[in-house]
């Protein structure tokens, strides 16, 4: 029976696969405040700015490309159980070939009603507009969980972190709650891992291996070390 490895990934793995983070450019989101395109108030004031901000970035996502730490997690599905929590809303794990990915903060390929974010839908290419009407009839947002909502899948991803073996945090500063909580329901026993080239706000429990690296080669070295165990 495989062991399981657990990975809490964040906007690092992304970053090298030419994706820009809010996290690296001061409070800017692509020249953007947060407050104006990443929030319940933001889409209240100016849906259409929001519209066309998250249409920019699904239109970059699509030039983009899953990095050598992106393939390496969906490689050593052959030989370890490789259950995936990401906050990045990104669908490079998948296109890597990632069979288990758990997206916290939603998911920027997919849309769903301003009214109700359980009805949710593809989206065909990277243009949402406005007028674009859910079933129930109201305007179509990203699905994507802004600052200030509560994220749905933490009580699924704590679940999983319970059934650990080992767990690996990947190019993630730790400093966004709730996911940064994670790391706490892991078992005491297991081994905790950190990929990252930046300093991370290092949880409580100790931290048994760093690998001070960008994911495209910490990855890699820390399956290789998992593997020695």
Not at 67 to 90: C, F, S
């Amino acid at each position: 029976m495989k062991k399981r490895l657990v990975v809490l990934t964040g906007a690092g793995i992304s970053a090298e696969s030419g994706i820009r983070t809010f996290r690296d450019s001061n409070g800017l989101w692509e020249e953007y405040r947060i407050e104006d395109v990443a929030t319940p108030e933001g889409w209240a004031r100016d849906p259409a700015l929001v519209q066309e901000f998250y249409n920019q970035r699904r239109k970059q996502l699509l030039t983009a490309e899953p990095n050598a730490g992106h393939r390496a997690l969906a490689e050593a599905e052959a030989w370890l159980d490789v259950q995936i929590i990401t906050q990045n809303v990104d669908d490079l794990h998948e296109r890597a070939g990632s069979s288990h990915v758990l997206h916290l903060h939603g998911e920027l390929k997919k849309a769903c009603s301003e009214r109700n974010k359980k009805l949710v839908y593809d989206i065909d290419g990277w243009e949402l507009k406005m007028g674009e009407k859910a079933e129930d009839g109201a305007q179509l947002r990203p699905f994507i969980v802004w600052f200030g909502e509560a994220v749905p899948n933490i009580e699924p991803a704590a679940e999983l972190a319970r059934t650990a073996d080992y767990f690996a945090v990947v190019g993630t500063s730790l400093n966004v709650y709730p996911a940064a909580g994670l790391t706490a329901y892991a078992p005491a026993e297991c081994p905790l891992v950190i990929v990252d080239p930046n300093a991370v706000n290092s949880p409580m429990r100790r931290v048994q291996q760093v690998f001070a690296q960008p994911a495209s080669t910490g990855v890699p070295a820390m399956l290789e070390w998992i593997r020695g165990l």
